[in-house]
C-alpha cells in the first residue's frame, strides 16, 4: 500500500501538497484581512513563553489577550498560534462623550472611585497604559468626538448609541448596561449646557478625591487660576488638575454659570438651580455657611450678633444690591429684604404679595363702653439697605420680624388706644388716633432699625361677642348723617332756587338787553356831557373864584387905604372935637357957675333942646282950645291943672333928682276958665 502511495504521479502529489497548504493556511490563520473601518484584537492563543501570570493584557509575548491591535489590510501570522476579534472603531458623535473603563491596570485604591490617568492618559495604547500605572475600572478621563482605534479586550467605551467591548464573559453585558443607565440618568453623555435664557447656574458635586475637613460642608474654591497651568482644571473638565489644586469631593462652592462643559459625571455631577435674583426694590442679605471666620463689623453698640465681611462665614455685612448673582445656595441663603415701602395688613381677607402679613388678622378691641370690635390696619414700613444686614442678624427674617414683634407691639397699643374711647369715638376721631399712633410708634419703630412710614386705620369690625350692637349703632349714625346730608341738601336747592330766579332775570334782562344797552349808552353819554358841563363849570368856578379872589384883594387894599384915610380923618377930627369940647366944657362950666349951679344950668339945657324941639316939630306949646272942668271956672283950672306942665316938672325932677311938688299947693287961686290962645 505504501508501494501504491509513492507510486502516484507528480501532479497528485502537488495537488495534495496544494490542497494541505491551503488548509493549513485557511484553517491556521495564516493569512487574515481586515476591513478599514475594523480593528482586529489579537488572541495569542499559545507561546514559548507560556500564559499571563496576572492580568488581563500579555505585555510579554504571553499567550493571550495581546496589547496591539490591527488595523486595515492583510496581515501573516503562524498557523494555528493567534485568534483575530474583529470589532468595530469606535466613535464618538459630535457633542457627545464616551467613558472609557479598564479591565485590566492597577487596582483601585480603597479611597479612590476612579481610575487616575496623571501619566496613563492614551487609551489607544494599551502597552503605555499599563507600564505606566494605569488603574483598571472606570476612568476620569473622557473620550470626546472623534473615531478610536480602542483595544476592546482592555477598555470597555460607554456611549449614548451603545457599549463597546469585547465580551469575555456572559454577565459583564450586565454590568455595562446599568453602568450607561446611570449615565443616561445623569445626562452623562452629553455636555453640560447652561444656557443664559434659563438663568440657572450649576452646582457641583464631585465623587472622587479626599473627602472634606471636620466641619465644612462645601468644599472651597480651587484651581480657578487660569494663568496657573497645573492646577487650573477649566471649571471641573479636567479631573486631574482639580485633585492637583487640592480639590476635595462633596458639593462644591464654585457654580458652573452660562456655557458649555465637558464634564465626566462619574467624577462631578452638576445640578441646576436659578440664579439669585434680586429684584428692584430689594437687597439680599446673605447668610454664609461656609468660610473662614470672620471680623465683627456691627459695632459695640450692636449685641445681637455678627456682621462679618464678604466671603466669611456668617451674616455679610454689606448686602447684595438689584441685580443676578450666581450664587451658590448649598453654600449659603440670601434673605430678601424689600427696601421699598411694604404694607403690613392687619386683615386675614388680605394678604399682600410679599406673604409677610399672610398669618396676621384684626385687632381685638374693648373699647371704654365695652364693646369688643375688631380693628383692621395697615402699616407702611421701610427699611433701609444699609441696616437690612442688622434686621436680618436680629430677628432672622422679615416675616419673623412681623409675626414676633410687629404684631404684639401693634395690637397692644391699640388695645390700649381703644379702653380710653367709646366705640364712637373710635369711629369718629378715626383720623386724630391715626395721626398720633403714627408719630408714638415711629420710635418703637426705630429700636428695630425700621422706618415707620404711616399708619392706616380702617373701619371697626362686629367682634366674636358684639353681635349686631355695632351695627345698631353704626345704623343710628348713618341716619344722623342722612339727616344732615337732606338739611344741606335743602339749603343746596334754596341756594339752587335762588340761582334759578337770578337766572330768569337774567334771561329776562338779555330780552332787554338792546333797550338796556342804548339806555346805558344815553345815560353814559349824558353823563359825560354832565362830566364835560361839571368840569366846564367848576372851571368857570374856578375863574370867577379867582377873579372874586381880585376883586376882593382889590377892595381890600382899597379898604385898607380908605381906612387909613378915615383914621386919619378921624384923628383929626377927634383932635379938633377933643378942641372943641374942652372950649365948650369950659364954656359950659362957665355957665354953670353963671346959672347958679348944675341943676339949674341943665334945667336949662333941657328948656333949650324942648324949645328947640317945639320949633322944629311945629306943636302948639298953648293950645288953641283950652277945655276946662271943675265946679265953675275956678274949680276948672284948679282940679285939673296943665297937663304938659306936668310932665315938664316930671322931666325935671328926674333930671335933676329934686322931689316933684304938688303944683296945685304953689297955684294962685283964681277962677280957672278957659280960654282961647
Known sequence: ????????????????????????????????????????????????????????????????????????????????????????????????????????????????????????????????????????????????????????????????????????????????????????????????????????????????????????????????????????????????????????????????????????????????????????????????????????TSGAEYRHGELVERGKRGVWSAPLLPGKYAFNTYAGKVLMVPTTNFILKWDHAATGSHKYDENLAEVSLITRDAFEPTLPLSVVVHIDYRKAPLVVQRFGDIKKLVEQTLDPMVSAYFKNVAQTRTLIQLLQERAEIQRTSGDEMKSKFAQYNLELQEVLIGTPGVGARSGDQIEKILIQLRQRQIADEQVGTYERQAIAAQKERELREMEARAKQQTGITESELSIKIQENQGKANLARSQQEADQTRTLAQAEADRIRLLGEGEAKKVVALANAEAERVTKVGLAEAEAIAKQVDASGGPRYQLSRQIADRFAEALEKSGVDIVPRIAIGGGAGATGAAGGGGNVMQALLSVLLAEKTGEPVKDVAMDRPKGNGAAHAA
Not at 504571553?62 to 501570522?77: C, D, N, S, T, W
Not at 478621563?141 to 479586550?153: D, F, S, V
Open 1 to 296: 500500500m505504501l508501494d501504491t502511495f509513492f507510486a502516484l504521479p507528480l501532479w497528485v502529489w502537488l495537488t495534495g501538497a496544494a490542497v494541505l497548504a491551503l488548509f493549513i493556511v485557511i484553517a491556521g490563520g495564516v493569512i487574515r484581512y481586515i476591513s478599514n473601518n475594523a480593528i482586529a484584537i489579537v488572541e495569542k492563543l499559545w507561546s514559548g513563553k507560556g500564559s499571563v501570570e496576572s492580568g488581563l493584557i500579555a505585555l510579554n509575548g504571553e499567550a493571550g489577550y495581546q496589547p496591539q491591535v490591527l488595523r486595515g489590510g492583510f496581515h501573516f501570522f503562524f498557523p494555528f498560534q493567534y485568534r483575530l476579534h474583529k470589532v468595530p472603531l469606535v466613535t464618538i458623535p459630535q457633542g457627545q462623550i464616551g467613558y472609557v473603563f479598564a479591565r485590566d491596570g492597577s487596582p483601585l485604591p480603597a479611597t479612590q472611585t476612579l481610575g487616575s490617568n496623571v501619566t496613563a492618559d492614551d487609551f489607544q495604547d494599551v502597552a503605555h497604559f499599563l507600564g505606566n500605572g494605569g488603574q483598571k475600572g472606570p476612568q476620569r478621563k473622557i473620550l470626546r468626538e472623534g473615531t478610536y482605534a480602542i483595544n476592546l479586550a482592555q477598555f470597555v467605551i460607554l456611549t449614548h448609541d451603545g457599549v463597546y467591548a469585547l465580551e469575555l464573559e456572559r454577565g459583564e453585558q450586565d454590568l455595562f448596561d446599568s453602568m450607561r443607565a446611570l449615565l443616561q440618568e445623569r445626562m452623562g453623555f452629553e455636555p453640560v449646557v447652561i444656557k443664559d435664557a434659563n438663568d440657572s447656574i450649576g452646582i457641583v458635586t464631585i465623587h472622587d478625591g479626599p473627602a472634606l475637613p471636620a466641619g465644612q460642608i462645601i468644599a472651597p474654591t480651587v484651581g480657578d487660576d487660569p494663568t496657573k497651568a497645573a492646577t487650573f482644571h477649566n471649571n471641573f473638565q479636567d479631573p486631574e488638575r482639580f485633585l492637583a489644586a487640592g480639590g476635595c469631593r462633596g458639593r462644591q462652592l464654585q457654580v458652573l454659570v452660562e456655557g458649555t462643559y465637558y464634564i465626566n459625571r462619574l467624577f462631578a455631577t452638576p445640578e441646576r438651580i436659578d440664579k439669585t435674583v434680586v429684584e428692584v426694590g430689594h437687597v439680599g442679605v446673605v447668610v454664609s455657611y461656609t468660610g473662614d471666620d470672620g471680623t465683627d
